[in-house]
């Protein structure tokens, strides 16, 4: 596969310039036209490192590049550093926006069995994704949030839902756009490795009614905390069931326990963590990706909400998360907590932080578990 963009074509002797190249034996190549400038790197998540800065060397028509070594299978993010000043690579028009901050991007996939593979648009039935407004007596709010609906749905049968909760800073576009949400649905249900499901990716901030830009607040810049000083009427977790609530009187779901599954990464596994709590008997499955779960020992509270849940027996309680990830520990609490109650649970470790590499995994996963009777 090769990303590039429409073709830098200039006055004069301005050489045509593709960025990135994705070379035969899977290393990368970028290149990026300017004569005038004295350094100029490339920064992205190569091997594994979030933030590895590779020189580039300047040619004698005015390019600058550089090549990778080859690359695993993946989604990479990118930018380049021109005299010490952060741009996007005008030669790539794929771009993804990170809270505030926009990145280029890329896949590599050396075959249909690997993760590149899962990440990209291939020929197989796609599902739709649509932007759906709803409204939160809760919160008292028109909020909005994207909505997955399999190439299987036809508007006759019923289909199980997975609530998918983004981290802070996100919104509802998050797991779309960085997640490949859409993209890793289509392929494992054409390959039969999960069930078809209706997905929906909700805001998960009580004090924003959607995505910046898209609505009644503008254009303002985005930094992860945006309005919270307002307050909310109620947590993201009080006013879940208006989303549940929604969801099922205009879609044709299974409105029962074994057909609801709910997941989150990092603050939404923290309102995943709160929802179990709150709603035991309304999910049969719990998937925590590098979640924030906060808990006190000793807290009369949380021992009886945590007993209620798993008295009523969920089918899945499961927590992921990379050795590298700064809330291990909070994690590994959790899994103690757990092993002490004698609690049920699955648990996945594997290497990396806390990166949307990770948490791509971790739907990829998490979905293949799913309302298989």
Not at 68 to 73: A, K
Not at 216 to 222: K, L
Not at 272 to 278: C, N, P
Not at 321 to 341: A, E, P
Request: charged share 20%; with cysteine.
């Amino acid at each position: 596969m090769v990303v590039s963009s429409h073709a830098q074509q200039a006055l004069g002797q301005r050489p045509r310039v593709q960025s990135p190249v994705i070379n035969s034996d899977y290393s990368v190549t970028f290149n990026f036209f300017s004569p005038s400038a004295q350094q100029v790197s490339v920064t992205g998540d190569f091997d594994g490192i979030r933030h590895r800065t590779l020189p580039m060397t300047k040619q004698e028509n005015g390019v600058w590049t550089v090549t990778t070594g080859p690359l695993d299978p993946e989604l990479y993010s990118y930018s380049l550093t021109v005299d010490g000043q952060r741009f996007i690579d005008p030669a790539n028009s794929y771009v993804n926006r990170d809270i505030s901050t926009l990145s280029n991007i890329f896949i590599v996939s050396k075959g249909a069995d690997d993760k590149g593979h899962l990440y990209q648009v291939n020929n197989v039935p796609h599902g739709t994704l649509s932007r759906v407004w709803y409204d939160s007596p809760t919160l008292g709010q028109q909020r909005r949030m994207t909505v997955y609906l399999p190439a299987a749905y036809d508007g006759k049968r019923r289909f199980p839902v997975l609530y998918l909760l983004h981290g802070h800073g996100g919104d509802e576009t998050a797991w779309g756009d960085l997640g490949r949400t859409s993209q890793i649905m289509d392929n494992l249900i054409a390959e039969g490795r999960c069930e078809p499901m209706i997905v929906v990716m909700p805001n998960g901030n009580p004090t924003c009614n959607a995505a910046p830009g898209w609505w009644h607040e503008g254009m303002y810049t985005p930094d992860g905390n945006a309005f919270r000083e307002r307050g909310a009427k109620a947590t993201m977790e009080e006013s879940f069931m208006d989303i549940v609530n929604y969801i099922d009187d205009h879609f044709l779901t299974i409105k029962k326990r074994s057909g609801r599954a709910v997941t989150g990464l990092s603050m939404g596994g923290g309102h995943t963590f709160g929802i179990s709590r709150l709603y035991p008997e309304t999910f049969d499955y719990y998937g925590l990706q590098s979640a924030a779960a906060r808990f006190q020992r000793g807290d009369a509270q949380f021992d009886e909400q945590m007993a209620k849940l798993f008295a009523s027996k969920p089918k899945l309680y499961w927590i992921a998360i990379g050795k590298d990830d700064f809330l291990m520990r909070m994690n590994s609490d959790l899994r103690q907590y757990l092993d002490s109650k004698g609690y049920r649970y699955e648990y996945y470790e594997n290497d990396g932080g806390h990166i949307w590499r990770n948490w791509r995994i971790y739907l990829t996963m998490f979905a293949q578990k799913l309302f298989k009777e």
